[in-house]
RNA sequence: UGCCCGAUAGUAUAAUGGUAGUACGACAGAUUUUGGUUCUGUUUGUCUUGGUUCGAAUCCAGGUCGGGCAACCA
């Protein structure tokens, strides 16, 4: 007999009988390790703390599960469905849960597919189908199979017979007002109607008359027969075919009765062998009724799991209130680059990866959550910042005219990406009238001011360091131009000046500056959550979203802009072409801001 | 006032009875030919009250707060 009190506490497993003097350990050394212990070894410590993190990776809730599954032998391989409707175009919540269905049957070497949920006519279109389908593979993910629950239309008519058949379901004539009335509230039982109590033969032929379209919209529907008492809400007889008479988007005027939601999704699950199907957490309370189903039917066993959806600061989510934004013409159109959705991201110049990492990092789990833009934000600088191509832009010209310069022109090297070791470079004509950003220069600068101002040192970026002389002012003491010398010595490379600048400066040649408009959006609200907030959400609209530059000045490598580059505009932010460029402009979308603690030391004064 | 779900730094997310950690943000510093990048450091947390236990963020009970459910929507 070991002595209870040194095993009392460790169960389970024997290893944590070894994990604490480990634990013991680990605790000195950080205790000690930072004071005591010289760099290298603190480094080592960390190098091995780093490779126990990557060991023990933890796994989020559903990886958990799968990997149960996996290890018990419930399933020899994992098959995930993403199962969006045709109503509307995906947002980023979406492409959470796109991710994670595709990135589940990644991780365990299994197979999503992409099914439709199209079981109400009046709200779905091709349009939806195909931007779906576009923003799916344009986040890089191949599906399995392209299923429709119109597919199965014919089957899930089976099972609804098959129910009948067992006294499980009835043929109900009462309005949707009676059934409301009948089904009761949260705290009171509802009641039977004399329906309910019809029998197999008569509900058999009230069924099929449906089907052929004997009756018209709202005069009929079909309810399964569970428990009008149940506190449950979505168990008391729930409907499971309701009338339409309208043209659906694939199976045209065949049918004019319709399945739910909770008839549909669940049988489909099943008739695919769906292992796990994931869905977000309002569905809770629909999982006994999609059991149920299972279960009555005898068929395939699919469990539905639940994770909470995502949602972001400073924008909405729901597909009605992004239609609204829309249709009301808060914004130009569904991918308005001001928009969460995966067009309007991908308009805006985000990347897919970016995407995938951000997904990665928010996680998964089953609280309510209100994600910091920011984060998205951090997500796509981090691609961009590697990636993108560099240029000089300037947005709101003054000119400045290099007094000393007496040549027509020089050609000049910019390498085009900084992060690249392998970077390549691009030329850049620099000549005696340049144009530098006006909120570069100021007459009176204040202390931590590194740019132009008289008197003062700037380098010009990949040129010559300069001194500003002088300034020219017109009538209404607006600055119109400034007069600097420039120091041949310093060139870009091969600097012998010596001279050290705080700033440096983006700029263009006058002569051979290109023009193009540039779009500069904010976000699309002035609050946090706009959902949260007393009255309308429109309310919350920024006024100032979006900030059109009709013209700015650009370095001529631009003129050869491409739809897929990604370009960093030095000191501006990260850009991309629009779908509006056409051959007479070239009109280039802020992904995002540069990080910049300029602007906020000039905030706090 | 029925049923269901949830609660860990400012925001997310780990720790699965044994070190409360990570990321973003914020702040400070170093580096820098982008006030970018990179690097370093600092900051702040287990909803509450009891209980079980040598030991509780974790298990149990009560409470509080937040969310969902009464569409012929999904």
Redesign the pocket.
Known sequence: MLNS?TT?????NCT?YI??PD?EC??RL?QYAPKALNSQVQKAFKTMSEIKKEEEK????LE?IIEEDLNRGRYKSILTRFPP?PNGYLHIGHAKSICLNFGLAQKYGGKTNLRF?D??PV?EDTEYVDSIKEDIQWLGFKWARELYASDYFEQLYNFAIALIQKGLAYVDD???EE??QQ?G???EPGIANTYRSRSVEENMRLFTEMREGKYK??EK?LRAKIDLAS????MRDP?LY??KHAHHHRTGDKWCI?P??DFAHGQSDSIENITHSICT??????RPLYDWFIEKLEIFPSHQYEF?RLNLTYTVMSKRKLKQLVEEKYVTAWDDPRMPTISGFRRRGYTPRSIHVFAD????????????V??LE?CI??DL?KTSI?RMVVFDPLKVVITNFEAAMEILKGENN??DPHTTYRDIPFSREIYIEREDFMEVAPK????LAPGQMV?L??AYIIKCDDFVKDANGNITELQCSYIPE????S?TSGIHVK??LHWVSVPHAINAEVRLYDRLFKVEDPSSEEGDFKDYINPNSLDVVETVYAEPALKQSKFDDRY?F??KGYFCLDKDTSEEKLVFNRTVT?????A??VKKG
């Open positions: 009190s009392a506490g460790p169960k389970k944590s994990d604490v634990r680990t605790r950080h933890s796994l989020n809730f958990e409707e949920d079981t109400n709200t009462s309005t949707s059934i409301a089904k509230t949260p705290t919209d709202g529907v506190p449950n809400m979505h409907i309701r009338i319709y739910m939601y957490l309002e569905f809770i309370p629909h909470s990092k928010i996680g998964v789990a089953k609280r309510e959550n209100l994600i910091d920011s984060l951090f600088r981090e910042n560099r900084p992060e931590k001011f590194f740019r380098r970026k990949h310093s060139k870009s490379g600097d700033g440096t960093q030095l000191r540069l990080k910049d603690t300029w906020k030391e």
